[in-house]
């Protein structure tokens, strides 16, 4: 089998079934959406950065900051992970590859595509800073994205999305459930497998209703549907109600395989297993369940009966409990091991550490009447970011760091790394701290301009902004620089490390157990 | 059989055909909608091509995987592969589903008895001539949204519709027994007559729709019950034509003389899809309709 | 080994930012929530405190144990790993702690989210509509009722002015936050808002009276507020409504029973004597003078001040066709608005007087020069006009 003639060049990534291929276009394709998206970012912190409109128009700033909630969420952190899983999974359970090879090359290619349909309209008619692109928000909320000129466009990138996730969880489900090597059971696959099995789940659940929620819209605009009009006995609300119903389970789809990664790699470098397996195995399952049932702690001022907010606000505080058992597990695994600090330790270190922090921020804004100061502020840009950037994207960049030398064969650049570690940070919590404090001030968000009594902590904020982004420079040119060459990486890689990947050459041949390995 | 290895395709530029065809299809559509919104039909043109290549990608790679399975590349496992993604799809199909009825009993339960009073002062300050109702026979503001006359009856032909696909379900399994008994005259012929049970349901549906628009008043755009009634029965309506056709291809399939008694994903698969369809429409005959 | 000091400094910088940012969070420095006037926005300040606390307690003990072990148990201080893995009694241990926790959170929680919702025995009521990109506000006991904009002086405040702003009566530093008419409520009065929006979701949010609701078209959401203190409460829309979102603010002034009582009085009989306006014919000056400032505050969010419009989003009125056209026509755009657009029906919004100094304003502004002049009664007949049709 392995003397198939794969086609070279181009061809090779457009027409490949191998999950190692197409994971690695996942991860290309989620970086350069990271660039993408980070660089809208810069425009919003440069616009921030002190009172006035210095570069962009409101509209335009609009737009940036919808696409770059839109672009990180969709382009960048969701394919990470996707493109760890497929990377990884295959050979963390000693599968030949995916269950559905062909289905996991059009998962990926919808993407592309999607992508440029939701950015198409920026570049449609009148002149660039005018803006056509999308202005309402990554959250989209009617009437205000029924007022928007081209939302059938945007309309048809969520329902791409929605297509590539469910057949790329579907294969993932599958994957996990059917191609396990023989002695691989369930409670003894690794946790990054777990989460992920949960994570697909979520997804082919919760994408659906997002297309629902878009396919309302666009009903509504063009067809004379009353979804959200209550002039014809619908409800603005309702949409945010099927909105959250995805969206809140979304934030968990792209936490919970970064606790995945954490799980593998704090055990490598502590050098003692994963402590408490089963109660975590448990505790992603619960964060799961519970992650169908908190919705509406996003709608909490608008205005749903009071019994609605007591039920809501008692189950969004439920989930501190499950995800207190991850982080106290971590600590024990911690715990009288005999830690060593490379550079993938150090993300997963600070992973704990500052999802944390943006996790009791959570626990804050789940308490109903203080989050009718809260929400809207500042102080939820700051929650989101430190469970989102700190959390989610620092663990997939440690999780990059692990498993580089086993997909190149080369070991990374220590100091550059070390480097890129320390500056990412710091900088990134000059960035996203302050926030918290102009959110308390009273600074509402998707503001272009503001009172100069907000001004101090934007400008700080803005700098951290400007070294975490050029720090994520370094980490491009660290990549291209461990593909290109560098010093040869053991099979083992890690002294700490087990599981199956570990046990196969690095770099990972292109066909991985074409024979199951037997699992003890 | 299942010795053999895991069957792993050669690399396809399927998926790509794919890709390329939704994009062409959403895009056109989405172009049309915004720039030719007065004269839709007329700017399709692209949302056309993009179907038919999709329809072309589905011909070559089910025709693909259909030759890989009559050839017998696949083993055990891939089979059970298959079962699952099945599976997981029609769970996808029913949280799409989930929406919309969401979508119904949050206007039946919310938020037109908040309108009609239940939520006093947005009644008395904004809605005050508004009474609820349902079905809703008088919108809130009938001059967006001008009210049907009716509704359509329950016990007439929504009852009878409920009949047949129910009964297509049986004939469904019926056919299944007989393929799996290795009886390909009964399997012919209880195959067709689901066939020919979808197909009439999606007649009386039509019917049902027309009777709608033209005497009833009865639109997509006739407020929130209209919106509800025809985006779930239209969705389900799809389904059924998505159901029958796989039907109709695994019956020219059957006469082709595909499938073995152990060996039928494919003809699993759609009548799986078709007892989904039925399911759907129980829920919908009894919200909808009934209730 | 380096590895050791870059991680020493990791520790030093966590262990700042945690144990000072609370602290710090605490001091007067404007770090934290504001007070407020009002027995609900204490209630929720002290739950703010309560679960700060809390987390940072916990904060504290689970990164004291994390830092610990990242000090002490290291590879290069020549350990050995401990074997252990699993512990039931530890894991419901750690599960029924935070419960605990949970439910001593709740139970305060619960009563403040009760007495926020009870609108019982208001004093007054006002109801409040959130339009792009201004606030309406209606009297419902008395009837006084206007609309409230972002100041053009708050707005022209250049930021850059702040710096030498010494007192706060320079609007510099109050940019983006003075209204041209502030919401005056009594004092100790229970007043009741009823909020809504006409066009789409705004937020009215003022942190000093704990006041946050949706206003949401179609459906009107109920909320209250007892100001305990006499002063300007400023606050602005928080929910994204369009690219006039950081441009709405809301001022309310708290004053006493008896300077309320005066300005009802005072409003009616401005309204009064507005009304008597209609009949009245004015100059071309005038009308150009009145008509500019409604221009400024309102139209300019869109056309600009410079009537040259945004290229493909708003267009421009310099040489526009229906302000060099007929008059009617006009009117009718600026009266009803032009449906599908951002352009809004202002018939509803503002005076005939209002909408006839603005018409001549911007027939006789940016290069236009129709010459004509519109008069209120001109607004008023096209109005009847149109009822009557
Ligand atoms: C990765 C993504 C992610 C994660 C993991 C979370 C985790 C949590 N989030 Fe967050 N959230 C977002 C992403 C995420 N969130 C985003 C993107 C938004 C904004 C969306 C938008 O409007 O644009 C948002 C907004 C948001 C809101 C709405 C705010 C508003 O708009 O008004 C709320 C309110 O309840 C909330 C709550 C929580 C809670 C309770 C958790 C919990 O899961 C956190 C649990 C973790 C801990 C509590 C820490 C660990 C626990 C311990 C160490 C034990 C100690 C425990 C106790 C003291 C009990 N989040
Ligand atoms: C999912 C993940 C994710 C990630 C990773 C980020 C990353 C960042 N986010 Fe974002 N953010 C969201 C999700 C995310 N965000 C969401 C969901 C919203 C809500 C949107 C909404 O309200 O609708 C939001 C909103 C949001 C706001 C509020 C905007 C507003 O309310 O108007 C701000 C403001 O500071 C911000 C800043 C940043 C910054 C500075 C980064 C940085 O971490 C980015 C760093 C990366 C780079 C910069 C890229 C690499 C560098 C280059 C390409 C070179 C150019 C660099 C320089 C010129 C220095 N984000
Ligand atoms: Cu009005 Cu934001
Ligand atoms: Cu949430």
């Known amino acids: 089998m392995s003397d198939h003639h794969h086609p070279t060049g181009i061809k090779r990534w457009l027409f490949t079934t191998n999950h190692k291929d197409i994971g690695t276009l996942y991860l290309w394709f989620s970086f350069i959406m990271l660039l993408m998206g980070g660089s809208m970012a810069m425009v919003i912190r440069a616009e921030l950065y002190e009172p006035g409109l210095q570069f962009v128009n409101p509209n335009f700033f609009n737009m940036m900051t919808t696409l770059h909630g839109l672009i990180m969420v969709f382009g960048a952190i969701m394919p990470a992970t996707v493109g760890l ?5 295959p050979m963390m359970i000693g599968a030949p590859d995916m269950a559905l090879p062909r289905m ?9 595509f999607a992508a440029f349909m939701l950015v198409s309209p920026m570049f449609m008619g009148g002149h660039f800073m005018a803006g056509q692109g999308p202005n309402f928000g990554w959250t989209f909320y009617e009437p205000l994205s029924g007022q928007y000129g081209k939302l059938a466009f945007f309309i048809f990138a969520i329902h791409l999305l929605g297509i590539s996730s469910i057949m790329g969880s579907i294969n993932i489900i599958a994957t996990i459930l059917n191609m396990r090597a023989p002695g691989m059971t369930l409670m003894k696959m690794p946790m990054f497998v777990w989460t992920w099995l949960i994570t697909a789940f979520l997804l082919i659940a919760v994408m659906p209703v997002l297309a629902g929620a878009v396919t309302m819209m666009l009903t509504d605009k063009y067809f004379g549907t009353s979804f959200f009009n209550a002039a014809g006995g619908g409800d603005p609300v309702l949409f945010q109600h099927v909105f959250w119903f995805f969206g809140h389970p979304e934030v968990y789809i792209m936490i919970l395989p970064a606790f995945g990664i954490v799980s593998q790699i704090i055990p490598t470098f502590s050098r003692k297993k994963l402590f408490g397996y089963a109660s975590m195995v448990y505790a992603t399952a619960a964060i799961a369940f519970l992650s169908f049932i908190v919705w509406a702690h996003h709608m909490f001022v608008v205005g749903m009966p009071v019994a609605g907010e007591l039920y809501f606000m008692y189950a969004t505080v439920m989930i501190s409990v499950p995800t207190a058992v991850k982080v106290f597990n971590w600590t024990a695994t911690m715990w009288r091991g005999a830690m060593t600090f490379e550079v993938p330790m150090l993300w997963a270190v600070a992973f704990v550490f500052l999802f944390t922090i943006g996790g009791f921020t959570g626990l804050m804004l789940g308490v109903a009447p203080a989050d009718f100061q809260y929400t809207d502020t500042y102080f939820v840009v700051a929650h989101f970011h430190y469970v989102l950037v700190t959390g989610a994207l620092f663990a997939i960049i440690g999780g990059v760091y692990y498993w580089l030398p086993k997909w190149t064969g080369h070991m990374y650049n220590e100091t550059l790394s070390k480097t890129h570690f320390w500056l990412s940070v710091i900088s990134v919590n000059v960035l996203f701290f302050p926030q918290h404090f102009l959110g308390l001030e009273g600074m509402p968000r998707r503001i272009p301009d503001y009172s100069p009594m907000f001004a101090d902590w934007n400008r700080i904020s803005s700098l951290g902004a400007f070294v975490f982004g050029a720090s994520q420079l370094l980490f491009l040119y660290i990549v291209i620089k461990t593909i290109r060459g560098g010093e040869k990486a053991s099979s083992q890689v890690w002294e700490g490390a087990e599981g199956l990947e570990w046990t196969v050459p690095s770099p990972a041949p292109y066909h991985t157990f074409e024979t199951a390995p037997e699992v003890k | 059989m299942s010795e053999k290895k895991y069957y792993l395709p050669e690399p396809s530029y399927w998926p790509l055909v794919g890709s390329i065809g939704l994009f062409t299809t959403v895009f056109g559509f989405a172009h049309a909608l915004e720039f030719h919104r007065d004269n839709l039909g007329g700017h399709l043109t692209m949302l056309y091509i993009g179907l038919a290549i999709l329809a072309f990608m589905m011909f070559g790679w089910f025709g693909t995987v259909i030759r890989e399975s009559e050839g017998g590349k696949y083993n055990a496992q891939v089979d059970t592969t298959f079962r ?17 009825f969401g979508a119904l009993f949050y206007a039946r339960q919310l938020s037109v008895p908040w309108l009609g009073g239940a939520d006093p002062v947005t009644h008395q300050y904004l809605w005050d001539k508004f009474s609820a109702n349902w079905p809703l026979l008088h919108n809130p503001d009938p001059s967006k949204f001008a009210s049907p006359k009716g509704v359509i009856e329950p016990f007439g032909i929504p009852l009878l519709n409920t009949i047949i696909l129910l009964s297509s379900s049986v004939t469904v399994t019926i056919a299944h027994h007989a393929l799996k008994a290795n009886k390909r005259g009964a399997l012919t012929f209880w195959l067709l007559i689901t066939v020919i049970l979808g197909f009439t349901f999606l007649g009386f549906q039509a019917h049902e729709y027309y009777e709608a628009y033209t005497e009833l008043n009865l639109k997509l755009d006739s407020g929130i019950y209209g919106t509800t009634f025809f985006m779930l029965t239209g969705f389900h309506g799809l389904h059924v034509t998505i159901g029958a056709t796989m039907l109709t291809i695994m019956l020219l399939r059957v006469l082709k003389g595909h499938f073995k008694p152990d060996h039928h994903f494919a003809f699993e698969a759609a009548s799986w899809y078709w007892h989904f369809v039925d399911v759907v ?3 919908l005959f009894i919200f909808v309709y009934w209730l | 080994m380096s590895a050791s000091k870059t991680m020493r400094s990791l520790i030093g910088l966590l262990g700042t930012v945690l144990t000072f940012a609370p602290t710090v969070a605490m001091a007067d420095y404007g770090l934290n929530m504001h007070k407020g006037v009002t027995k609900i926005s204490h209630e929720i300040y002290d739950l703010h405190m309560l679960v700060l606390w809390i987390v940072t307690i916990v904060g504290i003990l689970v990164f004291g144990v994390m830092i610990y072990s990242i000090i002490n148990h290291r590879k290069s201080k020549g350990v050995t790993p401990a074997t252990f893995h ?23 929680a619960t009563k403040t989210l009760l007495q926020m919702s009870d609108m019982s025995h208001p004093d007054l009521n006002i109801k409040v509509t959130g339009w792009q990109w201004k606030w309406e506000y209606d009297y419902l006991d008395n009837g006084v009722h206007f609309f409230s904009n972002l100041a053009k002086s708050s707005l022209d405040a250049g930021a850059e002015q702040v710096g030498d702003a010494k007192d706060v009566d320079n609007p510099a530093i109050h940019y983006l936050r003075n209204v041209d008419h502030p919401l005056v409520v009594p004092v100790h009065k229970k007043v009741r808002l009823l909020i809504t929006g006409a066009d789409v979701i705004h937020s009215w949010w003022v942190p000093d009276l704990g006041v946050k609701h949706d206003a949401i078209p179609g459906h009107i959401n109920e909320s209250w507020f007892r100001a305990d203190k006499v002063g300007i409460y400023r606050g602005q829309c928080a929910e994204l409504c369009g690219k006039g979102h950081g441009f709405m603010p809301i001022v309310v002034k708290v004053v006493s029973e008896s300077d309320y009582k005066s300005w009802v009085a005072q409003q009616k009989k401005a309204e009064a004597a507005a009304s008597a306006d209609v009949n009245k014919t004015f100059t ?5 003078a009145k008509g500019k400032k409604v221009y400024d505050t309102i139209c300019a969010a869109c056309h600009q001040v410079n009537g040259k419009g945004l290229p493909g989003v708003f267009p421009a ?5 229906t302000v060099k056209g007929p008059k009617e026509e006009h009117i009718h755009t600026v009266v009803d608005g032009r449906p599908g657009t951002a352009m809004q029906a202002f018939g509803k919004q503002l005076n005939p007087v209002d909408i006839a100094s603005v018409i001549t304003y911007e027939r006789n502004s940016f290069g236009n020069n129709d010459g004509d002049i519109v008069q209120p009664s001109d607004v008023v007949a096209f109005e009847k006009n149109q009822k009557s049709k």
């Open chain 3, 317 to 321: 009125l310099a040489g526009s066709k």
């Open chain 2, 84 to 100: 699952m993604a099945m599976m997981w799809f029609i769970f996808s199909e029913v949280m799409f589903f989930a929406a919309f």
């Open chain 3, 284 to 288: 071309k000056a005038e009308l150009m």
């Open chain 2, 281 to 283: 429409w129980l829920g």
């Open chain 1, 104 to 112: 996991n090359n059009w998962s990926f290619w919808i993407l592309p």
């Open chain 1, 85 to 89: 899983a497929n990377w990884c999974i």
């Open chain 3, 86 to 108: 699993e512990s039931t009694t530890v894991e419901v241990i750690w599960t029924v702690i935070p419960f605990v926790i949970l439910v001593a959170i709740a139970v305060p």
